[in-house]
């Protein structure tokens, strides 16, 4: 397969870079840093003896994801699938009023995934054929004081991707929201104890095995499922008040 | 908690992972505090502790940029653990010219510490290293090599993290036509029957390696197992991943005592026959101890303290006789003691010399405190050292008189590249401060 996963240079991306290129797939590193993108292909070459490239892209700019696009589908005709593993999460001393981080925020976890994705999924409907796989977060199943700027985004993209899945089905392209909890990267280092936290090699492994199910919104690990479940269960009316807990 | 491989000493400490060199650049912009960069964590003591600072993890930064297949020479970043190393480059018939008894080690740790391997000519890790490259406390990067800044070059090698981050090496890999290894295992009676053996193998065998019991002593004290090898010739590369077995959690404090590891130590004895030879797999033979994970959960949660030093050629054996006798009459060593051959290393703060290095366990103990300074008083008076990477008290004294030649040519390098002490670590402190 042709996989182009956005957002390869870091945290799951890039562990999800390592287990395609190891299943002897051929992967498509994205992401704005440049330079990383390059070494990560080194190694992904070097350690899988695999076929690899990088091409750039900001998600928050429109031509630049007008160049990236072009680009991908001048290189290779067809895409079989893409991941998106893009994101931000605004640090928890940025107040919630900060215009800088609710702007970047929705760019890089919603606009531009959408935008992105608008261009490609076209694509794959006119093969009949694909596979989207988005990362989301459990963080857009309520809003909660903590970080509800963050979940904003996420739960706009959840709601563009269940759209998306509708309007793609019968063009045999499968979009797999994924909404992971801990995970141990650069996003929640030291935010949460490790020990709460899966590896993303895991996450990276589960992806990989969604690309031959029928599934579509998958909480990895699975007792996010039920933990998203309950807190869902609680009414507004008591939920607002507990901004300790939450 | 930040603590080494033996768990003492542990602390509570600052941790940073860096996921990209970027990242890295970012925190020594941002900040004042001090820096230590830290692999895999295999050291024992407070090497690659910093408890004022921020202890950097360095796990993280393990890609591969380059690999010239023909001449096998690897340019990696300084994450990469010898286990990713074995698993890329032994199938295609290549493998490191001289490892640790870890493969949870990280390249940079093994630079930064200059470890030795079991085949003793070859010299030290660093023997192999052609180029790398290292941050400064500015955050700017220095390349280096034995051409350019060979000042810096020699002097973090061995260097323990005080000159700069180490961020890729290049390192020089070696043909391997077999993933087995000949090895042979010959039963000794005595230190003295452990020396001849082991000078009766130096030519005809590449590696060596030899337990000693702590434990017995009179006529038989220092008997031992030797194992000595060569790799086969034939037999296709092949690396296979081992389930290993993990120490759930920490065993009670006293499940290595006396008793206990006098019962181990006469079985293992035993166990192994007067000679027996057989073909063993690579993996097996390099990292015996790497199949049970976390085994150090073994001694508990106060952890335990190994004692390395090297001593001259000449003397060595009457040294590490002395040693052993003060040992073993202690009664404090734990499990087994290890004693092999090694050749000078070419950083100025490297251990490796011409001489023997002898290491041994010990289970903290109120007593073991000034045992382990009569040791150094010994090790001082025959022209040797400790090895800094197993180290978490030898005294500031000592430790000058240990390497005292070594660092006048090291700590005006030193001082030039990091001047004011950004680069420190709980041992550094405790060496230089103390
Ligand atoms: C079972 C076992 C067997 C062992 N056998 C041997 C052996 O045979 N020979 C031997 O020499 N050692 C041996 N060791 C000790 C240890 O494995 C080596 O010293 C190894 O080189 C340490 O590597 P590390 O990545 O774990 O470094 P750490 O323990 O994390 O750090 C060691 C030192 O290196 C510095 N450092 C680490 N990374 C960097 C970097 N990127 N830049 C600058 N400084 C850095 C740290 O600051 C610290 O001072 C053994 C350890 C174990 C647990
Ligand atoms: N880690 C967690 O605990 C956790 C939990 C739930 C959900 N998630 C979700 O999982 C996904 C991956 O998270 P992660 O932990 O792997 O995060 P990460 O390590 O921070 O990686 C984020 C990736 O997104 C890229 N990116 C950010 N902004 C971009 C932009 N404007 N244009 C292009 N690429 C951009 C980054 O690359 P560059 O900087 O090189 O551009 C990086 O590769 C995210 O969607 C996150 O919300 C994570």
Known sequence: MNVVIIGASSGIGREVAHVFSQEGHNVICSSRDEKELEWLVSDLKIRYDCSACGVPVDVTNNSSIKTFIEKIYENFTIIDCVIVTTGTMPGNEMPYYDEHGLINTTMTNYVGI???????????????????????????????????????????????????RMKLYKHNVRVITVLPGYVDTPMSYGTVKQRYAVSPRYVARKIYKLTKSNRNIVYIPPIWWLIMRIIRFIPEAIFKRLSSVF | MVKGWNNYPAVQGKVFRPERIGDLVALIGSNEKSILARGGGTSYGDSSINNGGINVDTRRLNKMLHFDSEQGVLYCQCGVTLQDISRVFIPQG????????????????????????????????????KGLSLMLQDGSIVCCD?????????????????????????????????????????QCRDLKECFAVQSESMESHEYMFCWLDSHKEGVNMGRGVLQRANHCSNGPPIYKEKRKIHVPFYLPNFTVNTYSVEAFNAAYHASVGKKNRKKAYMMDFF????????????????????????????????????????????????????????????????????????????????????????????????????????????SSKNFRKMYSETLDRWEPVRQKYNPENRFSSMMFNRLYKG
Not at chain 2, 99 to 128: E, I, L, R
Not at chain 2, 303 to 332: C, H, N, R
Request: net charge positive; with cysteine; hydrophobic share 40%.
């Open chain 2, 287 to 394: 990292y015996p101890l790497d199949c049970i994970a976390n085994w150090y959960r073994v001694y508990g949660k106060r952890g335990f303290l190994e004692y390395q030093m090297v001593v001259p050629s000449d003397g060595a054996y009457e040294t590490v006789f002395e040693i052993l006798k003060v040992v073993t009459k202690s009664k404090l060593g734990s499990t087994v003691a290890a004693v092999k051959p090694l050749l000078n290393a070419r950083g100025v703060m490297s251990f490796p010399m011409d001489g023997f290095t002898f290491a041994v366990d010990f289970m903290p103990d109120q007593r073991l405190w000034h045992l382990l300074d009569t040791l150094d008083e010994i090790v001082i008076a025959n022209g040797g050292k400790v090895y800094l990477a197993k180290d978490a008290r030898v």
């Open chain 2, 94 to 129: 290549w493998f490191l010219q001289v490892t640790p008894g870890t493969q949870f080690a990280t390249v940079g740790g093994c630079v930064a510490t200059d470890a030795h391997g079991k085949n003793w000519k070859a010299g030290s890790f660093c023997s192999f290293v």
């Open chain 2, 146 to 186: 034995d051409k350019n800044n060979p000042d810096i070059f020699y002097s973090t090698f061995g260097g323990m993290g005080m000159t700069g981050i180490i961020l890729d090496v290049r390192i020089q890999l070696r043909k391997i036509s077999s993933s087995l290894i000949d090895v042979e295992t010959i």
């Open chain 1, 114 to 164: 959408a935008l992105i994705l608008n261009e490609m999924s076209r694509r794959m409907a006119n093969n009949n054929s694909g596979i989207i796989i988005c990362l989301s977060s459990v963080a857009g199943d309520r809003g909660r004081q903590s970080n509800f700027i963050y979940g904003a985004s996420k739960s706009a993209l959840n709601t563009y991707l269940q759209g998306l």
